[in-house]
């Protein structure tokens, strides 16, 4: 092109005809990218970057001014539609949808809820554990009776919590607890039950993630020691990734929706961890760097099987003893025979489950189905 009616697109930085060029906030742009990058104020009808407005829809003036957000499912509703409750001291001032206002019930708290953690167990490794059922309801009747049989001895344990990202059901999340504790003192086993009485799913369902917080002061004694850790961590995903994928039970349709790869080769454990803070992708990523006490390890699939539940609890831990007692050398030169044949042969729900994923040096086993 040529010409004086010729126009460089601030955005893409291509050529255009002068009438296919928009001027916005100072800036030429084509029509490509003004729609990509720019949005319509839906209540002003101003034109406002994309970057600026509250979720693609609203300019934060008009949004202050009229809107808020609901504080459970996070939804915009306008001020004058919003409900707010005077029951809880905690939340009096939160604004809540219809539908959540209806359903509100002290026993599923909130998305946001995070009481302050109470520690099970001796020792310094500690996994919290988020764990998704659906299908069954957002029920509170269903809540108790799942809570009653957690917290029977009094202790509070679990609690409870809405998640939007399922159809009808909730999250079940734990206090922080040893590995030991998660084993021999919680009553997984009956909770399970009960939650597949009360008909949930949680592998089944397709919606369903099981996560887990691990504490921060159980990868070293030092930031820069616990740094070192979490880059060895990271190296052990994406050098393992296939056989990780395959253990977490995930689609790689689920991958790319919640917890997501960081990539960037796997030159060394430390180019893995400085590649994983600068893209800066947020918490939806296999291993979730976000939080200030924690890593959370986000790609394995919900379950409600049992022996499932306690190999992935026992996998991160075999990942994280790999991490603390291997040199960067001696990580980047393990192989996945090397790491399996490191298992423990007392760890024998990891072991079956290895061998029921095809991950394991073994003789063919019977399965039994998820849940």
Request: hydrophobic content about 30%; some cysteine; proline content about 2%.
């Amino acid at each position: 092109m040529s010409g004086n009616n010729i126009i460089t697109c601030y955005e893409c930085g291509n050529q255009f005809a002068a009438d296919e060029v928009e001027f916005f906030n100072g800036f030429h742009m084509c029509r490509s990218c003004l729609a990509r990058t720019t949005v319509i104020c839906e209540e002003c009808g101003e034109r406002i970057w994309e970057s600026d407005s509250i979720d693609g829809r609203f300019c934060e003036r008009c949004f202050d001014e009229n809107y808020v957000h609901c504080t459970n499912c996070g939804c915009i509703i306008s001020q004058n539609d919003a409900y707010y409750t005077d029951d809880d001291e905690e939340y009096h001032d939160c604004p809540y949808c219809h539908n959540c206002y209806e359903h509100l019930d002290t026993c599923i708290h909130d998305y946001y809820y995070k009481p302050e953690a109470v520690f099970y167990g001796k020792g310094k490794r500690y996994f919290g554990v988020e764990l998704e059922v659906d299908d069954g309801g957002e029920d509170s009747e269903n809540a108790e009776a799942i809570l009653d049989i957690a917290n029977s001895t009094g202790e509070d344990r679990m609690y409870i919590k809405h998640d939007g990202s399922l159809d009808n059901g909730f999250e079940m999340v734990t206090h922080p607890m040893t590995l030991d504790y998660h084993m021999n003192q919680m009553p997984w086993q009956d909770i399970m039950r009960k939650a597949i009485r009360r008909r949930y799913s949680s592998h089944q369902a397709g919606t369903c993630g099981l996560h887990v917080h691990i504490s921060r002061k159980a990868l070293g004694d030092t930031y820069e020691d616990q740094e070192t850790t979490i880059a060895k961590i990271l190296y052990f995903y994406e050098k393992f990734w296939d056989e990780i994928l395959r253990f977490s039970r995930r689609t790689e349709h689920q991958v790319a929706q919640w917890c997501k790869r960081y990539g960037g080769g796997i030159s060394s454990p430390k180019e893995t961890l400085e590649h994983a803070k600068n893209t800066q992708l947020g918490r939806y990523m296999a291993v979730n760097l976000e939080n200030y006490n924690t890593i959370e390890m986000r790609i394995f699939r919900g379950t409600l099987k049992y022996n499932t539940f306690i190999a992935t609890l026992q996998f991160i831990d075999e990942i994280c003893n790999v991490a603390l007692l291997l040199s960067d050398a001696e990580i980047q030169k393990l192989t996945w025979l090397d790491f399996v044949k490191r298992v423990p042969s007392e760890r024998k729900e990891l072991i079956s489950y290895l061998k029921e994923r095809q991950l394991y040096v073994n003789e063919p086993v019977a399965i039994t189905e998820e849940v």
